[in-house]
């Protein structure tokens, strides 16, 4: 499978994971240096780049699903399957974290730092996921055939 959505042939779900990515990471950096500081202006980048998040990755998501329906072979499903279910995980919450944060019984509560931190790391094993398919699996290159129909790695490139 080759993705099924491009723009100028190259992969969009790619590109837009960039989005939520880079502003979960900085909300979680802007947590850091309030907890540190006490500068309620870095709280309030971390909320406000916390929802952006969430809004990048919805956005992602959708070429994501429709990159996910195309894939057939089983070992790519599972991966791809993994990564979604992960992903799904992290943005519902990533939104209770979003919506703690608006409620003020938790002004100065520590557990939104919390689920940051939980997020972020579940981010990084979705990454890696996402990666073994990309890089790994190839599924979104324009020359990819399924695993279990491609040829061998040594007849794909022979040595010289």
Do not use: K
């Not at 802007?30 to 870095?42: H, I, K």
């Not at 929802?51 to 699903?65: D, E, F, Y």
């Not at 057939?72 to 990533?94: K, M, P, S």
């Not at 409620?103 to 579940?122: C, D, K, Q, T």
Request: proline share 6%.
């Amino acid at each position: 499978m080759s993705t099924r959505v491009t723009v100028a042939g190259h992969p969009l779900h790619p590109m837009l994971v960039t989005l939520p990515i880079g502003l979960w990471v900085f909300s979680l950096v802007c947590d850091f240096v309030f907890v540190s500081n006490g500068d309620t202006r870095w709280e309030t980048t971390a909320y406000f780049t916390l929802g952006g998040g969430i809004v990048g990755a919805l956005l992602a998501a959708i070429p994501g699903l429709l990159d996910f329906v195309g894939l057939h072979d089983a070992r790519e499903r599972r991966v791809a399957t993994t990564h979604l279910v992960l992903n799904l995980g992290i943005v519902a919450i990533q939104a209770v974290n979003f919506w703690l944060r608006s409620v003020p019984e938790y002004g100065g509560s520590r557990l939104p730092l919390g689920i940051s931190i939980i997020a972020i790391a579940a981010l990084l094993v979705s990454g890696w996921l996402g990666g073994q398919l990309v890089h790994v699996l190839g599924v979104t290159q324009p020359h990819h055939e399924s695993a279990s129909t491609a040829p061998p790695h040594d007849q794909l490139h022979p040595r010289t």
